[in-house]
């Protein structure tokens, strides 16, 4: 599993032109779920949604990052994103057959998307397995990589 996080004071997405999530302030999440993963490891993703929800990563009024998205009342615009599980060393195509079969990769996108919810926060998402537009605008720029390796 792979997630990056970005830091957003906006951001949306848009399937066939029509907005289909949007946040403001809060994080853009890209969601990856490789063929390592299964739907058993909702301890995984769990620990996951915790961290990100309580990450401080947000700025407190002296401007050090002290405050989670959770603490800003902030919210999660969470993006499913196959790409993440790109091998791109051999050749100039990256090979993408290390992303979870759609099945899969849906049930643990669903159960991610959840569990963020279950720490309160508000979670909007795209469209699983459409083409989607992102728009954002990164915040800092603060982006963080997470993968369980």
Do not use: H
């Not at 848009?14 to 779920?33: K, Y």
């Not at 989670?68 to 990256?94: C, H, M, Y």
């Not at 569990?115 to 083409?131: C, H, I, K, N, Y």
Request: with cysteine.
């Amino acid at each position: 599993m792979k997630t990056i996080l970005q830091r957003v004071s906006e951001a949306n997405v848009s399937v066939d032109g029509e907005v289909v999530g949007a946040i403001g302030q809060g994080l853009l999440v890209l969601f990856c779920a490789e063929t390592s993963d299964s739907s058993a490891q909702q301890g995984q993703i769990d620990y996951f949604a915790r961290k990100i929800a309580t990450m401080r990563i947000f700025e407190d009024g002296s401007g050090k990052m002290n405050l989670s998205v959770k603490d800003i009342g902030g919210s999660a615009l969470v993006i499913s994103q196959f790409t993440l599980a790109a091998e791109w060393r051999n050749g100039n195509r990256p090979s993408f057959s290390g992303a979870a079969s759609p099945d899969v990769g849906k049930a643990l996108y669903d159960g991610f998307c959840a569990a963020l919810a279950d720490q309160g926060l508000v979670v909007e998402t795209g469209e699983f397995g459409a083409r989607m537009e992102v728009s954002l605008v990164n915040s800092g720029p603060v982006t963080i990589v997470m993968d369980d390796s």
